[in-house]
């Protein structure tokens, strides 16, 4: 028995995505007339015949959009989180949340689930991005954003993203550390090293560094307090141990802190420390932090605005955005600023 024609047999004839093929049998305005003709041709070959009850499903309004997080133990995430609730209620939408716990494969099951409930759009952190399905043809039907870490095309379908200027701020960390207090070597901890913003995070230190002509040193494999402490003890052992340590994000920052206080190591007297994102409680704690503090809020807040201008018909559908917000360095007590003796060694 024959099997009947599908969506993406029509899209690979014609030489289009699923999407604009979905677009052009909704008679969507947003498709070239070449591109419609195309389309309307391969249909007519294949003799393609729409499921008229999903397309009844699609076209059902819920009022709900999907958030996908890592997690929600990092307040960096439920931060963005709340921002985005607050542009949804704006537009009197619900958000529902689900957890990917940093995997492709989980990220793509809860987001078939969220399809399942009808939702009309998703917001996403997403996992590894080089393993990432939400480009498949079963989400071509709603807009996608992603933040915090982008999406890359996927099967030719590129996504909306709001990251922020990852790069930059952790160069500028490294140049507050060599060029204000003299330090030279200094130790990059992160976790991840496939993660968007791991890489670009130690691009930036590594950029800082090799301009000061110093030599680098990093470790990617801060994921516990046992871990942490190993870091700093196998660092300090070193015959040239290091003078500072720039921590990748705020689960390394907490971790390293931690085993610094289990090893009796004064900060900044001993050795110096910053973080990229700002701990809720950065300026009370003693030293308070010095930090690289990103826009939480309006990352959340903007790609909430980003999935509701395509949601309400105000930005084409194929209209790609891809925000890069700035981000600041907040310099405390950690690094040795304000401290009377100073940290040049």
């Known amino acids: 028995m024959?099997?009947?024609p599908t969506m993406n047999d029509v899209a690979r004839l014609a030489g289009v995505g699923t999407m604009t093929v979905s677009r052009v049998l909704n008679s969507s305005p947003h498709v070239s007339d070449?591109?419609?003709?195309?389309?309307?041709?391969?249909?007519?070959?294949?003799?393609?015949?729409?499921?008229?009850?999903?397309?009844?499903?699609?076209?059902?309004?819920?009022?709900?959009?999907?958030?996908?997080?890592?997690?929600?133990?990092?307040?960096?995430?439920?931060?963005?989180a709340h921002a985005l609730n607050m542009v949804a209620k704006e537009h009197d939408y619900t958000v529902l949340l689900t957890i990917t716990n940093d995997n492709a494969d989980h990220e793509y099951v809860e987001a078939k689930r969220m399809l399942?409930?009808?939702?009309?759009?998703?917001?996403?952190?997403?996992?590894?991005?080089?393993r990432c399905r939400l480009g498949d043809p079963e989400f071509s039907e709603i807009p996608v954003v992603s933040m915090d870490r982008p999406l890359p095309p996927i099967e030719g379908r590129e996504m909306d993203s709001v990251t922020t200027e990852n790069q930059t701020g952790a160069r500028e960390a490294i140049e507050h550390?060599?060029?204000?207090?003299?330090?030279?070597?200094?130790?990059?901890?992160?976790?991840?090293?496939?993660?968007?913003?791991?890489?670009?995070?130690?691009?930036?230190?590594?950029?800082?560094?090799?301009?000061?002509?110093?030599?680098?040193?990093?470790?990617?494999?801060?994921?516990?307090?046992?871990?942490?402490?190993?870091?700093?003890?196998?660092?300090?052992?070193?015959?040239?141990?290091p003078q500072a340590i720039f921590t990748a994000n705020n689960l390394a920052t907490r971790l390293i802190l931690s085993a610094l206080l289990?090893?009796?190591?004064?900060?900044?007297?001993?050795?110096?420390?910053?973080?990229?994102?700002?701990?809720?409680?950065?300026?009370l704690l003693h030293p308070a932090l010095t930090v690289v503090r990103q826009p939480m809020t309006d990352l959340g807040s903007t790609a909430g605005r980003l999935l509701f201008g395509k949601l309400k018909s105000q930005v084409p559908r194929d209209q790609l955005a891809r925000v890069v917000l700035p981000v600041e360095l907040v310099v405390r007590n950690s690094c040795g600023c304000f401290f009377a003796s100073g940290l040049g060694r």
Request: glycine fraction near 6%.
């Open 34 to 80: 070449e591109t419609a003709a195309r389309v309307r041709t391969a249909v007519a070959r294949l003799g393609y015949q729409p499921n008229e009850m999903a397309r009844a499903l699609r076209n059902f309004k819920s009022s709900t959009i999907g958030l996908l997080l890592p997690n929600l133990y990092d307040p960096f995430y439920a931060t963005c």
């Open 262 to 283: 289990k090893l009796r190591i004064r900060v900044p007297e001993q050795l110096a420390l910053v973080g990229f994102d700002d701990l809720e409680l950065s300026d």
């Open 2 to 4: 024959q099997r009947k």
């Open 177 to 241: 550390l060599v060029q204000v207090h003299g330090l030279k070597r200094i130790l990059f901890v992160g976790h991840k090293p496939a993660l968007f913003t791991m890489q670009e995070r130690h691009e930036g230190y590594t950029s800082a560094m090799s301009t000061a002509g110093l030599a680098t040193m990093a470790r990617f494999d801060c994921v516990s307090e046992a871990r942490a402490t190993e870091i700093c003890r196998d660092a300090l052992e070193l015959p040239e141990p």
């Open 116 to 130: 399942q409930r009808h939702v009309e759009g998703l917001v996403v952190i997403p996992a590894e991005s080089d």
